[in-house]
Nanobody
Framework: VQLQASGGGLVQAGGSLRLSCAAS????????IGWFRQAPGKEREGVSC????????YYADSVKGRFTISRDNAKNTVYLQMNSLKPEDTAVYYC?????????????WGQGTLVTVSS
């Protein structure tokens, strides 16, 4: 059972990246999928989450209007499209799977992918 986050990299401010979260060993269909991030010296924070049905999505205020979460259950993958990136978006991004979007309900955590936004 594993979650694999990918798609991170180095991008200039204003640029875009798309993160992917792929599952192996289990299906994501029945899970809410979240994205969290942790910047150096800062606490982990929730970025976005999508319900198992895909009908509900949530975003941190800091990313609203810039990030879009989506899921493709046929590919067992969830995406985080990140546009208009800012240096303060620099962090390791983790995807999670849980029974809800509440952090304490996350059952699985991916290994993280590093996003670096240069000014």
């Amino acid at each position: 059972v594993q979650l694999q986050a990918s798609g991170g990299g180095l991008v200039q401010a204003g640029g875009s990246l798309r993160l992917s979260c792929a599952a192996s060993g289990f299906t994501l269909d029945y899970y809410a999928i979240g994205w969290f991030r942790q910047a150096p010296g800062k606490e982990r924070e929730g970025v976005s989450c999508i319900s198992s049905s895909g009908s509900n999505t949530y975003y941190a205020d800091s990313v609203k209007g810039r990030f879009t979460i989506s899921r493709d259950n046929a590919k067992n993958t969830v995406y985080l499209q990140m546009n208009s990136l800012k240096p303060e978006d620099t962090a390791v991004y983790y995807c999670t799977a849980g029974s809800s979007c509440v952090i304490r309900d996350q059952n699985y955590w991916g290994q993280g992918t590093l996003v670096t936004v240069s000014s």
